[in-house]
């Protein structure tokens, strides 16, 4: 068989050219059918053709209608003049790893379909390959899909935003006819002054509008080279994933609490004992020993800092995410009117339900010792031997909190969001928080916020803020012989505007700081294109994590004030060294990034997560949540090298299922300017009603 093939700037994109083939002049005899599983741009086709039928098909009912056994004559019967119908489906799901049979693409084009339709059409088959051609064999000349979708970005990485849409010979012509948008080199002519212009006959140059990326196309085959290379045929790179995804599989259904509860729940279609029907992919999420969820973005950092990737939330795939997931259209409805949560933001439960969940995939390079590790630091981190009430915690009433003596014992300010700090005696606060905290952003050349996830060379930077002279002064710790480089702290309105995305969401707006620091901290960290901007606003998202009003702040993820205490400093650093691991208190304090430390002498470990308002001063503040911790928690913020074990053994201490130090406060009262000094009495007025 012989196809075409067309380069697209991506391959979801190519899909939506798919839409022609149930675009012609009897578009309401016309039916766009789908499964239930799959990506969100098929969802989208949907609404290229609005006066289009809609058919969605669950997983029950597309077996049923699509089985070999209902392919007849009678239902490729259908006159001359009848429209076209186009059913899309994945030959592997991207949410748990099915595989839907391949027979199914005569089947359809033979009409099973029409049963669920008022007019007989003739039915074309788009199969989205783009995740099974990835460690799977499509055989073209067996099967005859009439558009074939896949990524080369998922085969072997490179190059991004680049797809391919195959189409079968002597389909382009009859279905893809009725295109009406031109462009660029996808025509033989085309007037200005007069409404004519005439496609190109060869069916790939009149779809490709404008110049493609031919570097990345060159690049492609270099990819399909080296895959083939590295990865030998994939009939065996099928069998290898599947069998490691089947042990990983094998092993979650089996593991148990102490208390005898299941540690995961996995979510899939197939019991996993056919390659033929399951591919390399295990879906799951993690349960604790009283069955509570954990959430999905905990995983994800527990295994991050072992240097393991995976992903989570629905992966595009709303359809399967809600079926696993048990989710009503009324439950979705709500959780994004409501509370707020949209896709890819970092709201992983609400009400104790998963948004979504944790996908590991299996590749070509996958081997035994990946599923080994995966699995052996999920139960290290999630295990428990019963349903137990989090280590550590003492409750103190109201009378207790009055009669001890707390004061601010150490005070940071962060200038430069995942900067290093600078330690004062006293400092200002103002309406964002304190003065000059967290101002700056460095912002990467794709306009995203850097944080030490990104490069944990960011802490190396030390910013100190000089009042009288107004200036920032930046120093890179592995040069401190001088001062590098001063930025004004006044010159807000020289520069050119910048966003940047924060990584909880939104967005900042702010003023570039120049050319010269942008030279400086790119040169430092070695990475190109970097910016300082000068945050002036912030555009966040409607709620934050708990589903409470966003505080003001400017590049702060959450809120205006992180606030710790030196029990529960010294609380951790003896529990790390218990572990066997060197380091000083100063180097774990540094690492949780706080601004207010507070001591006291009779004050338990943790005692400020129970804290729901306090008085700093003459300064009243309400907690907004406690502090969720990720792998940054890992870094040395003296030598910006990591180490797994301040996050593990933090992980081995949950409090209400969660990984957390410090509280996020925010000003209850007002925010006339006042200061803040060290030595000040604190005052606990308020106490967590939930401990």
Same mark, same amino acid.
């Given at each position: ?31 766009? @059918? ?20 809609? $058919? ?113 010979? =002597? ?18 002519? @085309? ?15 009149? $779809? ?29 790179? @099928? ?14 259904? %089996? ?5 005898? +509860? ?56 709303? %359809?399967?995410?809600? +079926? ?9 409805? /709500? ?110 050349? +794709? ?6 996830? !990104? &490069? ?10 000089? $009042? ?31 966003? =940047? ?17 942008? +030279? ?54 003896? !529990? ?15 690492? *949780? ?14 005692? !400020? ?11 009243? *503040? ?6 969720? /911790? ?10 910006? &090298? ?14 209400? %299922? ?18 803040? /000094? ?10 967590? !009603?939930?401990?």
């Amino acid at each position: 068989m012989k196809e075409f093939i067309l380069f697209n700037t991506y391959s979801k994109w190519a899909i939506a050219v798919n839409k022609a083939a149930a675009k012609d002049s009897r578009s309401w005899d016309s039916t766009f @059918a789908y499964t239930a599983d799959n990506h969100t741009s098929v969802l989208g086709m949907r609404e290229l053709a609005p006066r289009t039928n809609i $058919l969605c098909l669950a997983r029950d009912k597309a077996y049923k209608a699509l089985d070999k056994g209902l392919s007849s004559s009678r239902h490729n019967d259908y006159p001359a003049d009848s429209g076209n119908s186009l059913f899309a489906y994945p030959a592997q799901s991207n949410f748990a790893g099915t595989k839907y049979p391949l027979e199914w693409i005569e089947t359809c084009q033979n009409g099973a379909l029409n049963q669920y339709t008022d007019n007989r059409t003739k039915w074309y088959v788009v199969l989205d390959a783009s995740t099974y051609v990835c460690t799977n064999h499509l055989d073209l000349g067996k099967y005859s899909p009439d558009f074939v979708v896949l990524s080369f970005y998922k085969m072997f990485g490179y190059p991004t935003g680049l797809g391919a849409l195959l189409v079968r010979n =002597g389909i382009g012509a009859a279905v893809l006819r009725r295109k009406k948008y031109f462009g660029g080199g996808t025509v033989e002519v @085309a007037l200005a002054r007069d409404r004519h212009h005439v496609f190109r006959k060869k069916l790939h140059e009149r $779809l490709e509008d404008g110049t493609i990326d031919f570097l990345s196309v060159i690049a492609v085959g270099h990819g399909l080279d080296s895959l083939h290379r590295l990865a030998g045929p994939m009939r065996s790179v @099928a069998g290898r994933t599947y069998r490691l995804a089947t042990d990983l599989y094998r092993r979650m259904c %089996g593991a148990r609490h102490g208390n005898g +509860t299941p540690v995961f729940r996995v979510y899939a279609d197939t019991a996993y004992r056919c390659e033929d029907e399951q591919g390399g992919i295990v879906n799951f999420n993690v349960l604790r020993a009283n069955g509570d969820h954990v959430g999905y973005n905990e995983v994800k950092n527990v295994v991050s800092a072992r240097n393991i990737v995976i992903r989570v939330g629905c992966f595009c795939n709303p %359809g399967a995410c809600q +079926t696993h997931l048990e989710h009503t259209n009324q439950d979705l409805k /709500r959780n994004q009117q409501v509370v707020g949560h949209i896709c890819g933001d970092h709201i992983d439960l609400i009400d104790g339900r998963p948004t979504g969940s944790v996908r590991a995939s299996f590749g070509y390079q996958s081997t035994t010792l990946d599923v080994d590790k995966l699995y052996d630091t999920l139960i290290e981190h999630f295990w428990q031997n019963c349903p137990v009430t989090p280590v550590n915690r003492q409750l103190i009433s109201m009378d207790a909190y009055n009669k001890m003596d707390l004061r601010v014992k150490r005070i940071f300010v962060y200038p430069i969001k995942s900067c290093g700090a600078f330690e004062t005696n006293e400092w200002q606060l103002e309406s964002y928080g304190f003065l000059y905290d967290r101002n700056w952003v460095v912002v990467s050349d +794709t306009g995203v916020c850097m944080t030490q996830l !990104e &490069e944990p060379k960011l802490c190396l930077i030390r910013p100190y803020v000089d $009042l009288q002279k107004g200036t920032m002064s930046l120093l890179y710790a592995e040069n401190q012989e001088e001062v590098l480089m001063t930025v004004p702290l006044d010159t807000v309105c020289s520069g050119d505007k910048k966003k =940047g995305k924060i990584c909880w969401g939104g967005s900042v707006e702010g003023i570039d700081c120049g050319d010269e620091v942008a +030279t400086w901290l790119s040169l430092n960290l070695d990475r190109p294109g970097l910016r300082l901007v000068r945050c002036t606003g912030r555009n966040p998202p409607k709620v934050n994590k708990y589903g409470k009003l966003d505080a003001k702040v400017l590049g702060s993820n959450q809120c205006q004030y992180l606030l710790t205490t030196d029990s529960t400093l010294k609380w951790l650093h003896q !529990e790390i060294e218990n572990n066997l691991t060197e380091m000083s208190e100063d180097s774990v304090l540094f690492r *949780f990034r706080g601004n207010i430390v507070v001591s006291g002498d009779d004050l338990p470990p943790r005692a !400020e997560l129970t804290w729901r308002k306090m008085v700093i001063g003459d300064v009243a *503040f309400q907690t907004d949540s406690v502090c969720e /911790r990720c792998k940054i928690v890992n870094i040395d913020q003296d030598t910006s &090298e990591s180490h797994y074990k301040p996050l593990s053994v933090l992980a081995q201490h949950k409090w209400n %299922g969660k990984t957390v130090y410090g509280i996020y406060l925010g000003r209850e009262d007002t925010d006339a300017p006042c200061n803040i /000094r060290v030595g000040q009495r604190c005052v606990v007025t308020g106490l967590v !009603e939930d401990q």
